[in-house]
């Protein structure tokens, strides 16, 4: 009793921290902090006083959490942020972090009251506990097809630019004006890079570094390497446009050959939960065997790691890289 009434409270508390990271993204606690700086700057300082002028970004809107996660010395807490940034969302680690705990410790709890098993219910948390990184990693896997659909027609319109005589920054602004999210952001950031002084190597290296696509890493490098060694560039950047374009179709042809099979793995994992659906429909008796007896915990537990295992192999034999 003492140990779910520990974890009950651990579960409020966590609950607390989310309300609370939820309400400060609301209200945008970044109007406050311009002010704050703003205050700051109009206050007389020393000569010798040096302002770093460097955006830091905020990884959470809890000020102990955002300072706890930034004092966290670990290249995993960065990658996570990488995987918010390239996703788009508009919340900060911090508040994936909170829900990914407040979503662990009420499927604990809850499988906890219906089952009194441990194994169980440790299992459904960490499976809930991971939804919030899949959620970004879908969303990110979303942005950034949506960013390859765009990029040939950008690459075009930038090569178009040049060869009505504007500047290379002209033609980005184009992109960064006259098309959608996402391309249009990411343009929108290297153009303002490029603005206040940072050099276009290192601006389309960022810009690579942000987007996690192969198609974006070889057209930076390709106007890397141009503005080293000279060339045509808007041959060049029409050229990279049409291999897009191209291999595009091809792995559209190749989605389409592969959509038996993802069917296929889709009625697998959908099969078990409708036959245990009917029949606990039809036979109400028959399934509090299952639940209730510990050997058939065990049988349950097998069964959903071997689906998650089935998953895995069916997803990696249908990936065909392009």
Not at 38 to 50: C, D, G, N, T, Y
Not at 170 to 182: H, I, K, L, R, T
């Amino acid at each position: 009793m003492g140990l779910f009434l520990l974890i009950f409270m651990v579960s409020l508390a966590v609950v607390g921290l989310a309300i609370y990271a939820l309400a400060g993204v609301r209200w945008n606690p970044e109007k406050r902090r311009v002010h704050k700086q703003l205050k700051q700057l109009a206050v007389e300082k020393s000569p010798l006083e040096i302002v770093d002028i460097t955006r830091q970004r905020r990884l959470s809107s809890v000020p102990f959490l955002n300072r706890f996660l930034l004092g966290i010395e670990s290249p995993h807490v960065h990658t996570l942020d990488r995987l918010v940034l390239q996703s788009g969302s508009k919340y900060p680690l911090g508040f994936f972090i909170l829900l990914s705990c407040v979503l662990f410790m009420g499927g604990f709890l809850f499988v906890t009251v219906l089952t009194r098993n441990v194994i169980l219910p440790a299992l459904v948390g960490l499976i809930l506990g991971c939804g919030p990184y899949y959620y970004l990693r879908f969303r990110k896997a979303q942005r950034l097809n949506r960013l390859q659909e765009q990029l040939p027609d950008a690459l075009d319109m930038v090569a178009r630019a040049l060869k009505a005589g504007h500047a290379l920054s002209s033609g980005f602004q184009m992109v960064a004006q006259e098309f959608q999210d996402p391309i249009n952001t990411e343009f929108h950031k290297l153009i303002d890079e490029i603005n206040f002084g940072v050099s276009y190597e290192d601006a389309l290296r960022n810009l690579a570094n942000r987007i996690d696509s192969a198609d974006v890493k070889f057209f930076s490098m390709s106007v890397i390497i141009q503005k080293q060694s000279g060339g045509n560039l808007a041959e060049i950047l029409e050229s990279i446009g049409r291999l897009i374009r191209e291999r595009l179709k091809l792995k559209g042809r190749v989605r389409v050959l592969s959509a038996e099979a993802r069917l296929s793995a889709v009625i697998l994992v959908v099969l078990p939960f409708v036959i245990v659906t009917a029949m606990a429909i039809i036979n109400p008796r028959y399934l509090p065997t299952l639940l209730n007896d510990p050997f058939g915990h065990v049988l349950m537990a097998v069964s959903i790691t071997m689906m998650i295992l089935g998953i895995i192999f069916i997803k990696r034999m249908i990936a065909i890289k392009v």
